[in-house]
Structure formats: C-alpha cells, structure tokens
C-alpha cells in the first residue's frame, strides 16, 4: 500500500504570511501531485512533478511555488499567503502515468489564512 | 478543455437502497475514467477504473460502465449501507501527463 504523508496537518496563518506544506512518499513513485479541495470546486491540480528537480504548472498555480527536492518530497509555498487560500491542501503519488497508474492521496492539511 | 460533471448532492438514502451518481465527461482525447472515494478526515482513495469503453468497472458492490457514446460512466450500487456514507467523486485522465480532472464530489449520507 502505498504511503504519503503531509505535514502540518492543521495551520493557521495570517495575510502575507509565508507558508510551507510538506509531503513524503515512501513507494519510490516518480510522479507527485498537489491539489486543494473547496466547497463548490472539488479537487484542482496546483502543480505537480515527474521527478526530481522537474516542476509543472497544473491548473490553479497562481500564488502558489513548489519545489521538488528528491524522489520522496515535494513541497508547496505559500510566499504571501491570502485569505483565498485558505483550503484543505491533499498532496498524491502514482507510479506513472499508463492508464492504470492510480494516485495514492495523503491524509491532508488544512490551512486557514486569516 | 476537458470536463466532468456528476450528480451534485448531498444525497440521502437508507440502508438497503439504490444509489445512482451521474458522471459526464467531455474530451476530445481517449479517456481513463475513475471513481474515487473520501471518508471524513481522509484523503481520496481509488475505488475502481473503467479503463475501456462498454467495460464495467467495481468494487465493494459498486460498479460503473463507462458508455462512450453517452461520454457517462454512472456509479451504482443496489443496497448502499451506512459504512458508504462518503463524498464520491469522478475523474477523468487524458493524455500522458497523469493529471485527474475530477468532479465537484457527490455526498452520500446513508441513514439506518
């Protein structure tokens, strides 16, 4: 079973704070993936990466950088952070991207920007 | 671009009775069709893939069938039980680069 952590798990900042959510998965999955969830909106794709060093922009990006520092760890950063983003933030890995690559999602962090 | 649309809720059933989610999609590239499912306090977890057209997918006594020509794969389950009380959600992938278009999530409140 695969295994993705997210740490905090709660966080509570305020407007123009600097933010970052962290996330760590075990399986040696190549691909990661950071989401957030909203009420009416569902999950959006922020960014995500094939690997190592390898970023790319997803479907809701502004405000938001992320770097990946090794197979394991992908990070999100919140620089100025705004009461916008305030969201549950689920970060996931999947092996590859066949048809039958599924993605395995963390436990999540909920962020409050006040 | 491409698109899901599913059955908004919340929906609420009692034990033992049908459930039917709604879930369209639009692409003009080859779909891999997923459902997902969220307990409370989780993140999303894979409950099955429909990977071809005309081919049924399931688990846990849910199942869909991806229609190609209707671009739906409707998620049904004939006795729902309050251990599947959850946000379903849909998803779509196209192309090569892994990424999921989901739905806006359906919540289902089973009642006993």
């Known amino acids: 079973e695969a295994a993705v952590t997210q740490s905090p798990r709660n966080k509570v900042t305020v407007t123009g704070g600097n933010v970052t959510l962290s996330c760590r998965q075990t399986n040696s999955h190549n691909y990661m993936y950071w989401y957030r969830q909203d009420t009416g909106h569902g999950l959006r794709l922020i960014h995500y990466?094939?690997?190592?060093?390898?970023?790319q922009i997803g479907d809701v990006p502004d405000g938001y950088k992320a770097t990946r520092t090794t197979q394991e760890d992908f990070f999100l950063l919140l620089e100025l952070a705004s009461p916008s983003q305030t969201s549950l933030y689920f970060c996931?890995?999947?092996?590859?991207?066949?048809?039958?690559?599924?993605?395995?999602f963390g436990p999540g962090t909920r962020l409050t920007v006040l | 671009g491409d698109s899901v649309t599913q059955t908004e809720g919340p929906v609420t059933l009692s034990e033992g009775t049908s459930l039917t989610v709604n879930c369209s999609y639009e692409t003009k590239q080859y779909p891999t069709l997923f459902w997902y499912v969220q307990y409370p306090g989780e993140g999303p977890q894979l409950l099955f893939k429909v990977p071809k057209a005309n081919e049924k997918g399931s688990n846990r006594g849910f199942e869909a069938t991806y229609n190609k020509e209707a671009t739906s794969f409707h998620l049904q389950k004939a006795s729902v039980q309050e251990s599947d009380s959850a946000v379903y959600y849909c998803a779509l992938r196209t192309g090569n680069t892994g990424k999921l278009i989901f739905g806006l999530g359906t919540t289902l409140q089973v009642q006993p």
């Open positions: 996931a890995s999947s092996e590859g991207l066949g048809n039958y690559a599924e993605q395995f």
């Open positions: 990466s094939y690997g190592a060093g390898n970023l």
